[in-house]
Every structure is written in structure tokens, then in C-alpha cells.
């Protein structure tokens, strides 16, 4: 067993707005600037908010201060870590709001309780729904789910039980695979990290997505799974003899 652990947070719902790699960062950056006294200020916090990732070129500290002045307008206040996490997103819904004009090219995820938000790409959506369609479309369990509606959720919400995965034929044992119409959270469990295993063993990097993400059906990390999967299928069947052409290439890059 390995010896990680992970940061813990008391509110669940706050928890789960983070992968583990977004909050050990965050931790890191808010236990930077304790003073003498082990607490954190909120004027502490101004510099490093300004400098974070999801925020950096959006806000000058001058707009952080005021942004976060309405709920607390000392800025000697102490701040704990869970406080620091709600002000962060906060700061994200300002700087989405800011920067309005994307809306035309990807969508906005947020559920009806969280104020973090993640875009996707439209397009990018409906091109892997429809090679999903297209790949999987003959498995006799799929038929039943298949095909899936790119205009709606339903990628999400079939890989919440960890059945619409495209991997490396041969990779995941499917005895091993629950199928029944109905999956308690243990089967789920179960089936995400058959999934995460067998994304490993094909060449994949998953050391930011954990089971419950998958379980959550959480769009931007699902997508960037499928994504690599599906670039491991398609090279998988890249060779000479089914793609003659690649021989040409060569020959042209020979003439140059």
C-alpha cells in the first residue's frame, strides 16, 4: 500500500470542487505566508492570489483587495485553509465573468452548489462521442447505450459507471468488469480503477485523476482521460501494412 495521503478538508461539497494535485498546491501556497505567529492574514494572501494559475494576468492585487474586501474588510483578519479555498473561488467566478467572451467557442460546467468552473470544448466533445460511437458501436453489452447524443451529457453520465471506456483491446480482463443495470458504489469503485489500471498499463497519465473523479463524472478530467485513450487506440493501429501511405512519407522527407 502506499504511503500517500492527501490533504483533507472538512466540508465534503469544498473537497470535492479539488483534484488532490490543485489542493496540495493550494496548501502549499497558503502555508507559505504564515507569520511568526503560524496564522494567515488575509492581506498575506494578495501576492500569492495574484500569482496562482486559474488567476495569474487577471487580477492586479489592488482588484483581489477589493474583491475580497466585501467579506472581509479587515485585511489583518486571520484566514484558515478552507476559508482561503472559498475566497479562491470566488476569485475564479470574477475572473470567468471577466473574460465573458469564450462562452462562443466552449461551455462552462458548474453544478447548482459549486462557484468553480471548468470550460470544455464543445467540438472536442462531440468528436470523441463520435468515435466512441463509431469504435464501440458493434460490442454487444454497448448497444444498449450506444449510440450516445453529442448535444447532450450522456458521455458524462454512462462513464459514471465506468462501462463506456475505449481502451487497448485485451488490457482489462471484461470477467472482471460489473455490468449488471445497476451498480452499488462498491461496483462503481470497482470499475473505475479496472479503468484506471488498464489506462496506466496502455501508457496513459492519470497521477490526477482518482476513482471518485470518475465516479463524479467530472467532464474536464473525463475528457482529458478519454482523450489520451483514444490517441493510444488510433496509433495502435498505425502501421505499414494498414497504412501503406506512411511509406511515401518517408520517401518525401528522403527528397527534401
Known amino acids: 500500500m502506499s504511503s500517500y495521503e492527501g490533504v483533507l478538508v472538512s466540508d465534503q461539497w469544498l473537497q470535492s470542487q479539488f483534484t488532490q494535485v490543485e489542493l496540495r498546491g493550494l496548501k502549499s501556497n497558503f502555508l507559505s505566508v504564515r507569520g511568526e505567529t503560524g496564522h494567515v492574514r488575509v492581506g498575506n494572501l494578495l501576492p500569492i492570489m495574484a500569482k496562482l494559475k486559474a488567476l495569474r494576468g487577471k487580477f492586479t492585487e489592488e482588484e483581489i483587495r477589493q474583491i475580497l474586501g466585501v ?40 453544478s447548482s452548489t459549486t462557484t468553480l468552473l471548468h470550460t470544455i470544448s464543445e467540438s472536442e466533445k462531440s468528436s470523441y462521442v463520435a468515435h466512441i460511437n463509431s469504435y464501440l ?38 470477467r472482471a468488469i460489473n455490468t449488471k443495470r445497476v451498480l452499488n458504489p462498491w461496483e462503481r469503485n470497482e470499475n473505475h480503477t479496472l479503468c484506471l489500471n488498464s489506462a496506466k498499463a496502455i501508457g496513459c497519465t492519470v497521477v490526477n485523476i482518482g476513482t471518485q473523479d470518475l465516479i463524479e463524472g467530472r467532464p474536464h478530467l473525463l475528457l482529458g482521460l478519454i482523450s489520451q485513450i483514444i490517441k493510444i487506440q488510433l496509433l495502435a493501429d498505425l502501421n505499414l501494412k494498414k497504412t501503406p501511405q506512411l511509406v511515401e512519407l518517408v520517401d518525401d522527407s528522403k527528397n527534401k
Do not use: C, W
Open 137 to 174: 458501436r458493434d460490442d454487444p453489452f454497448l448497444k444498449k447505450y450506444l449510440p450516445l447524443d453529442p448535444e447532450k451529457n450522456d458521455l458524462f453520465e454512462l462513464a459514471k459507471d465506468g462501462l463506456i471506456n475505449v481502451a487497448v483491446p485485451g488490457t482489462i480482463d471484461e
Open 71 to 110: 467579506s472581509y474588510p479587515n485585511m489583518d483578519q486571520e484566514i484558515d485553509f478552507e476559508a482561503f479555498l472559498r475566497a479562491y473561488l470566488n476569485l475564479q467566478t470574477h475572473a470567468t465573468d471577466k473574460s465573458g467572451d469564450s462562452k462562443h467557442s466552449s461551455s462552462f460546467l458548474k
